[in-house]
Each structure stands twice: as C-alpha cells, then as structure tokens.
C-alpha cells in the first residue's frame, strides 16, 4: 500500500464521516481514539478504519506518533477528522511522489474562519520512516532526524470545514488549547510562533486585548525570516483596527513592507486602514499594489486579498469618489470571481 491516512479524533461524530469518505479505497485508513465519549469509533469502524487508542496526556506529537506507528504505507498522510481530501488526490499523489520519491510533502489548506477563506501550506505528506516524527506537545510539527523537516510544495489543496469561533463556541476546547499554551510559554516564553498563536486563539474567540499583548510580545522578538512572522504583523494590524487604532496599525505595516514585496494581505490591510483614516490617494495606490502582487501561496493569506476583494475595493473607492464607469469595471472583475457583494453593487448601479 503506498499511502496510510492517520488522523487523531474525540468526540468527532459530527465530522469524521465526510473526512473519510473522502479517502480513496486505495489508502489505509488509521483512526486513533484519545477518548470519545460519543459514536466516533463506531463511525470509524464503519467505514473500514483500522482502530487505535491513545490515553490523553495532553501532548498532541506523541498521539500523532502513535497513529504512525499503526500505519502500514509506504508513505503517512495526516489529516483532521474536520478536513476532506479532494477528488483524484490519489492519482495526483502518485505522480507527485513519482517525480519528488523519499520527500516531504506540503499541501495547501483552505480554512473558512468568519466568512474569508484563509490558506496556509502544511506538511501532511512524509515517508513511513522512523527519521520523520512529530515534535511539540501542541501545534506539534514533523522533525527528520531531529530538526524540522524540508518539504516540497504540492499545489493540491486540502479543506478543513470547522470554522474556528464554532469550534471554540463552548469554551471548553479554547481553554484546553490556551492552558497548553501557556504552560508551553512558560517554559518557553520567547516561543514566538506559540505567542502567535496564542494571539490567532484570542483573537478568534474576540478577545482583542489579550491578542494584542501576545502579538506585542511576538513583535518584540522580531522573528523576521519564520514564515508564522508577516501573518502576525497582519492579525496585529486587524486587532488594532478592531480597537479603534487604526493609525498605529498603518505606521507599523508601513515600515514592514519592504520586507515582505511579495505578501498582498499586507497592501490590502493598509488600503483598508487608508479608508478608515481618511488617506484617500494611498487607497488607490495599496489595493493596485495587491493586485500587482496577486495570490499567493508562500504565504498564509486570505483568498481574495491579491484578486478579487482587492478589485471590489477599488471599485468602492472609484465609486465614492465619482469614477463610476472604472467602478462598474472594477465591480464586474470582482463579480467575475462569484464575489457576492460586487453583484449587489453592480445592480444597484446599473
């Protein structure tokens, strides 16, 4: 068998079918229960899943590990009970590791947090090799031999379907996650990429102050070359658009452009932030340069950003500014894109 799929569940009868049912009948299918107390396993069971268990010890790599070690492919594909696989992953797979044999492999992940689709790459793909293994008791991450594991970058996308302020709605799943970080950090408190997502959590579940001093704290370390870094700057600049500091937000995006030419949530941000401190001829100039850079996949961004929510934009600021027809242009380019309130404003105007 050349692929396993392995995924770590509890209490997820609500979602674990879907993901399932997306894996072709040609993989193994390795479901490890960390104590569910509803129809989970027997879900599993169900749709052919070869069943583990693993006792809870907060510690999200060795559970992973575990669920590695029952696989029997050739290769080990990680995947969440709220995520599906696409169609044909099995076909593209196969050619991929044909061209790229022994790799890891990242895929794209779109994940629908309130309304906006964000992407992130990921590494979900490695050989079934004692070298890979998973390191870090939360947002556990895939070493070789000890160190972070290179990867190469599949341009297949994987969908995760949980939307973050769902998954945290009842406060118990946030409160694990904000212990466990805390207790990582206090071990580790110049961890910046946990103190960014300690941040990301506050911030999903509305608490602007307290990701505010996370992110402050992030900033502080200046981690400038991770990847987690630019995405940081950006959730800082919507906290401090949400709490009414919309012109400290732009001066620091500002001085961070330079560094990151090829990151279009940053010119998006400052477009927005020149709307709402009334800089009327950078609005132009920030939502063209996103566009100039258009999506990315470096990045974790926000679909749209480089495409069409950037041209929506613009046609808000032609419009408002008495450029009707290059707004009714710019309305249609979005519209394109299936952009529902570029479809609303085009009819309004027409």
């Known amino acids: 068998m050349l692929v396993s799929v392995c995924m770590i569940v509890r209490n ?42 693993f006792e809870w010890v907060n510690d999200f790599a060795a559970a992973r590990n575990y669920s590695i070690s029952l696989a029997t492919g050739k290769y080990v594909l990680i995947m969440d009970a709220d995520e599906a696989l696409p169609s044909g992953i099995d076909e593209h797979i196969e050619r991929f590791l044909a061209a790229y044999p022994n790799q890891a492999v990242a895929f794209n992940i779109a994940n629908e947090i309130k309304g906006e689709i964000h992407r992130h790459t990921s590494l979900r793909l490695f050989p079934n090799n004692p070298a890979f293994a998973y390191h870090g008791k ?22 995760h379907y949980g939307y973050e302020e769902e998954q945290y709605s009842d406060g118990k799943k946030a409160n694990r996650y904000l212990e466990l970080y805390h207790k990582h950090l206090e071990a580790n408190p110049n961890d910046g990429y946990m103190l960014y997502q300690l941040g990301k959590l506050h911030y999903s579940i509305g608490q602007m102050n307290l990701a505010l001093e996370a992110f402050e704290r992030c900033l502080e370390l ?72 258009g999506e990315t996949k470096k990045f974790s961004s926000v679909e749209g950003v480089g495409s069409y929510k950037a041209k929506y934009n613009l046609a808000v600021y032609y419009e408002i500014t008495g450029s009707i027809d290059r707004a009714i242009q710019y309305y249609k380019a979005a519209a394109e894109a299936d952009y529902l309130p570029a479809k609303k404003r085009i009819f309004k105007l027409s």
């Open 12 to 53: 997820e009868e609500g979602n674990l079918e879907r993901a399932l049912s997306s894996i072709p009948g040609s993989f193994e299918k390795v479901v490890v229960d960390t104590g569910s107390t509803d129809n989970t396993v027997e879900i599993a069971k169900k749709l052919g899943a070869a069943i583990g268990y």
């Open 138 to 159: 939360v947002h556990e991450m895939v070493h070789y031999n000890g160190q972070l594991s290179e990867f190469v970058l599949s341009d297949l996308t994987m969908h």
């Open 222 to 293: 200046n981690e400038r070359g991770h990847l987690y870094y630019p995405v940081m700057l950006v959730m800082l600049g919507y906290v401090l658009k949400e709490i009414g500091q919309s012109p400290i937000a732009e001066e620091l995006l500002v001085s961070v452009q330079p560094d990151y030419p090829q990151f279009p949530d940053l010119p998006f941000l400052l477009g927005l932030l020149a709307m709402e401190t009334g800089k009327m001829a950078d609005i132009e100039i920030h939502f063209l340069r996103a566009l100039e850079i």
